[in-house]
């Protein structure tokens, strides 16, 4: 079932940036990644995604229905968190996080066992009845996710959950999100973590100057290029100036007496470079081969697309 539709959609700004007929579907139970630069449209399509604003050109589906002329409807099926927090100051954060629970029918003991229930798990709860004014960047930004967690929504908009937050909070709201996946319901992702992102969103675009770049699941993203492994020496010394020739090895890069590459996925290539190396007078001292991230991986995607024009 498709939660988000959307057609050639246009929506370009003043300054030029936004988006330019961008296409894609998101289903029922995705976790769905957008990443890009700052700049690269994200926010301006999460926008349009929450009935912000509108679209200028093209055709946009969430919920099963067009989002104009009736936005606010639809928003009131949504979970909402912009990447700029928006709270009462002089309300304390329970009262911020009681308030908006309650807009979406939350009430009596389940009201007060949601809010409990997300304080504790945003480690909030000691400061829970201090006023919103007193709270930091991230206790706000906490704060605006929660809020947006609050009412289990059907379809979950979050701009930017990474920024100004700790990574205790990051690996809870991946746990609450892959719940979310579990239970049938969708989430979706503006960020520019892509090393977050890999282990949260099931599927991905990655957005450059309002076009979408590249697509898929995180999956079939990392198998689009052709190097899988990423490896890293350290030398005794760095009078290594040799490049190897060997097939499946890229972005080979030695800075002093460090050097780091990608390997296709063959097992013999660590040896054979290691081996390679030695023969040049190389001292090994350290070595270390690891999977590539989805970041490495786009990055190399993006690569071979400036290569192939």
Avoid at 110 to 119: I, M
Avoid at 180 to 194: L, P, Q, V
Avoid at 200 to 214: E, N, R, Y
């Amino acid at each position: 079932m498709e939660i988000i539709r959307a057609k050639n959609i246009i929506k370009r700004h003043p300054t030029g940036h936004g988006v330019n007929g961008i296409s894609f579907s998101v289903y029922k139970g995705q976790s769905f990644g957008v990443l890009g630069a700052n700049g690269s449209g994200k926010t301006t399509l999460t926008r349009l995604i929450a009935g912000l604003d509108r679209i200028q050109q093209g055709n946009l589906c969430v919920l099963g229905h067009s989002i104009y002329p009736h936005p606010i409807k639809l928003r009131r099926q949504c979970g909402i968190a912009l990447d700029t927090p928006a709270h009462w100051e002089s309300l304390s954060g329970r009262q911020n996080l009681t308030f908006f629970a309650r807009q979406y029918g939350l009430a009596g003991a389940t009201l007060k066992q949601r809010v409990d229930h997300l304080l504790i798990q945003a480690e909030l709860m000691d400061q829970a009845d201090d006023l919103v004014s007193a709270y930091s960047f991230g206790m706000r930004r906490k704060l605006n996710t929660i809020a947006a967690l609050a009412p289990d929504p059907e379809l979950l908009i979050l701009d930017e959950p990474s920024a100004g937050v700790d990574m205790a909070f990051l690996d809870q709201l991946a746990q609450w999100i892959q719940q979310r996946c579990e239970k049938g319901k969708t989430t979706w992702i503006a960020d520019n973590d892509a090393d977050w992102l890999e282990r949260t969103a099931t599927d991905v675009i990655c957005l450059s100057k309002g076009h979408v770049q590249a697509q898929g699941s995180v999956q079939e993203l990392m198998e689009s290029v052709d190097a899988q492994y990423r490896i890293m020496v350290t030398l005794d010394r760095s009078d290594l100036l040799a490049i190897p020739t060997l097939s499946g090895i890229s972005n080979y890069q030695c800075n002093d007496n460090h050097i780091c590459a990608d390997l296709s996925d063959n097992s013999h290539l660590p040896v054979e470079l290691m081996q390679w190396i030695t023969a040049q007078g190389g001292h090994i001292r350290t070595v270390e081969v690891r999977s590539m991230t989805l970041h490495e991986a786009l990055g190399q995607h993006f690569r071979h697309m400036e290569t192939a024009v």
